[in-house]
């Protein structure tokens, strides 16, 4: 009975995100024309479909998830790996340290919030020769910093007070004015 | 068709320029050491290119990609020859016949099938293409908006029906896909859809930050909970090349036509991709081939069918994308994108206002054959020791890139929580087996789609009949239907047969499901 309600707890959440995105779409501001569809017809077209989909799989996986499965598309080829262990806070880290690099950009400026995140990572990703961690990620980051000030012409963040005086004279000394 | 060669001609001397020939050389490199790599897929490796493009003019950009979408189809043959590790999807079927082949002592063989497979799959592949575009475009310059409605109907019901999945799932995607290309200000009367106030949302959501969010981040933060466990591997060794004899080729010209055919018309369906085709060609030759008895002990035909097949679909998939505008998978969805980011839209009049482009872009889809089978032959020894790359390594790269595209755009922080929010929702689609593909579709086509629509509601007076009352777009809705349809009909199938036949069988025959 648990199992059966995981399979259908995304479809419900969808059903019911769909839900209100519905209602909500009835609530366009817009001035109508007669005899015109507005803009909201076609968001409620794709809605009301994603809600039919999604009723559709709750009432199958309901009803019909107990019957022997027959195998389909679905199911993976024999050739590909296996599931393997997952590591939750593995990700959780990955998750959060991603956000603290987005968070810390505009005052971090990119090079340093960027080698520090490439650093960060591959010691959360469980890799330990920190010679290369060092290595890979100050050359990586200047590398990046160089390819897309210098040749594209991206204008990358350079952080804010003592962060982006640092920036600046990195960019100094790569040539980049 | 005089005119036809006389662009291509030119096309050929165009590609000669430095932009053209570094950007082609630099996909068919990067493209073959994406595909090498199991940890990057060739979809991923198209859209983190995407933003070194930015500066670029179109047809350099379009070139390297194409380069990359070519040589990636033929890249991950090696690891899986050699390591039986399918660099992609597409390379699973190479694991039957060239692993045991490999493992009987002739690698080089087997490599040999496979660069000759890829040789005669990219020139069918390019062939195809400049043959077929023509006709495609001068077909559709007749569409009006209930054609295109209908024909970007099709390609969206293609990728949810033959996409190789659970259906529901990938209709799931598509419609997610379709409202996140609602959201912001409403082309039509000026309306905010689904923006809740928040400034940032009035812009709309872009399909840029989408692919790379769901596709990039979402597959690392994917790998990082497995905890990168794939090992790195000795790359170096025993890698070369031996060629197959004249008589030996010839041997198996039924198995390269057939192959041939099926690359190329899974190419021109959408949804039907190189994965599907790798899958159907080896199982066509499972059921007709000669030898079928002996598939799977390490013969030829079980190489050179699936490598056939899929780099013959490259081709079939820029004929819809050039001639029409519509991508038939995620690759050219992101060709389609990097059109699009430099103002170009792909469809009929793209062979009148920019011959020079699309045959300079034909041209070297000639010259990225030719290049990645030399590249295959003499530089594959040294592009195989990325393997020897820690995962851990690679992924934070493949994050960085995602960041750094992500960004480029629109030099927006802004873009980059939607690359976050986008790689968790990449993560989920990965973690709960939800395609990606129907989404980013769904997102680019989107406004294609609902202007069609509208255009048509407006101009025949609400009258939703002129879909199936027009000759041609009543033709694509009921392919459309037939296409949905397709995959129940196949279900059904199954059943009966799981009912009749005995259970060892059934699982030979599940083995070989694309």
């Known amino acids: ?173 790569l040539g980049i004015r | 068709m005089h005119d036809v060669v006389h662009q291509l001609a030119l096309g050929f001397l165009h590609l000669l320029s430095p932009a053209n020939a570094v950007s082609l050389v630099v996909g068919l490199v990067v493209g073959m050491l994406v595909a090498v790599l199991p940890g990057l897929t060739l979809v991923m490796g198209v859209v983190l290119a995407l933003p070194f493009t930015y500066g670029m003019s179109v047809t350099p950009s379009i070139i390297l990609l194409t380069a990359m979408y070519l040589s990636g189809t033929y890249g991950g043959a090696f690891t899986a020859i050699l390591f039986r590790i399918p660099g992609e999807p597409l390379d699973v079927p190479l694991l039957w016949d060239g692993y045991p082949m490999a493992r009987q002592g002739k690698p080089a063989q087997a490599l040999g099938w496979t660069l000759l497979a890829a040789l005669w799959g990219g020139l069918i592949t390019a062939v195809s293409a400049v043959a077929l575009a023509v006709p495609f475009a001068k077909f559709a310059l007749r569409f009006d908006a209930p054609e295109y409605f209908a024909i970007v109907l099709f390609g969206l019901s293609g990728v949810v029906a033959l996409g190789g999945g659970s259906m529901v799932k990938a209709l799931v995607s598509l419609c997610i896909g379709l409202l996140l290309a609602t959201v912001g200000v409403d082309d039509t009367y000026g309306a905010d859809r689904f923006t809740f106030h928040v400034p940032i949302l009035k812009d709309g959501i872009e399909y840029l930050t989408v692919m790379v969010g769901a596709y990039g981040l979402g597959e690392v933060l994917a790998r990082m909970e497995l905890g990168f466990v794939t090992p790195p591997m000795d790359g170096g060794g025993k890698i070369q090349t031996r060629l197959p004899r004249w008589r030996e080729i010839w041997r198996l010209r039924p198995t390269i036509a057939r192959s041939s055919l099926i690359g190329v018309l899974c190419g021109i369906v959408p949804g039907a991709g190189a994965t599907v085709g790798s899958f159907v060609a080896y199982g066509t030759e499972a059921q007709y081939g000669k030898r079928r008895d002996k598939l799977g002990s390490g013969i030829p035909e079980g190489i050179v069918a699936p490598q056939v097949a899929s780099t013959a679909t490259v081709g079939g998939h820029m004929v819809p994308l050039l001639a029409l505008g519509i991508p038939g998978s995620g690759a050219t969805a992101v060709i389609l994108g990097a059109f699009l980011l430099h103002g170009v839209q792909p469809g009929p009049q793209i062979f009148q206002t920019e011959a020079d482009m699309v045959y300079t872009i034909f041209a070297s889809m000639f010259a990225a054959v030719l290049g990645m089978c030399l590249l295959g032959y003499f530089a594959i020894k040294p592009l195989v020791r990325i393997l020897q790359l820690p995962e851990a390594v690679t992924s934070a790269f493949v994050a960085l890139f995602c960041f750094v595209g992500a960004y480029s755009a629109r030099n927006s922080v802004t873009d980059l929580w939607m690359i976050v929010i986008f790689g968790v929702v990449g993560y989920l689609f990965e973690r709960y087996r939800f395609p ?15 202007t069609s629509f509208m255009t048509s509601m407006i101009a025949y007076k609400g009258d939703w009949t002129v879909f199936f009352s027009r000759p041609i777009s009543g033709t694509v809705m009921a392919l459309t239907i037939l296409a949905l349809a397709y995959p129940m009909i196949r279900r059904l199938r199954r059943v009966y047969r799981a009912h009749k036949t005995p259970p060892g069988l059934a699982a030979v025959e599940r083995e070989l499901q694309p």
């Open chain 1, 1 to 173: 009975m648990a199992g059966k309600l995981k399979g259908q707890l995304p479809y419900l959440a969808l059903l019911l995100g769909a839900a209100y995105l519905y209602r909500a779409a009835g609530h366009f501001a817009y001035a109508a024309r007669p005899g015109e569809l507005g803009p909201d017809f076609w968001p409620k077209a794709v809605l009301a479909l994603l809600m039919a989909v999604c009723a559709y799989e709750i009432v199958r996986r309901a009803l019909f998830v107990h019957a022997p499965r027959v195998p389909d598309a679905d199911s993976r080829p024999a050739t590909q790996p296996a599931e393997g262990t997952r590591y939750p806070r593995l990700l959780a880290a990955g998750v959060g340290l991603t956000v603290l690099y987005v968070l810390g950009l505009d005052t971090a400026g990119f090079f340093l919030s960027t080698a520090l995140y490439l650093a960060l990572f591959m010691l959360v990703g469980r890799y330990r020769r920190y010679g290369v961690i060092a290595a890979t990620s100050v050359l990586g980051s200047l590398t990046f910093v160089y390819v897309f000030m210098k040749i594209v012409y991206v204008s990358l963040p350079l952080g804010a007070g003592p962060f982006k005086q640092v920036s600046v004279w990195i960019l100094a000394a």
């Open chain 2, 436 to 450: 990606i593909a129907p989404m980013v579709l769904g997102c680019i086509l989107g406004p294609v789609a609902e």
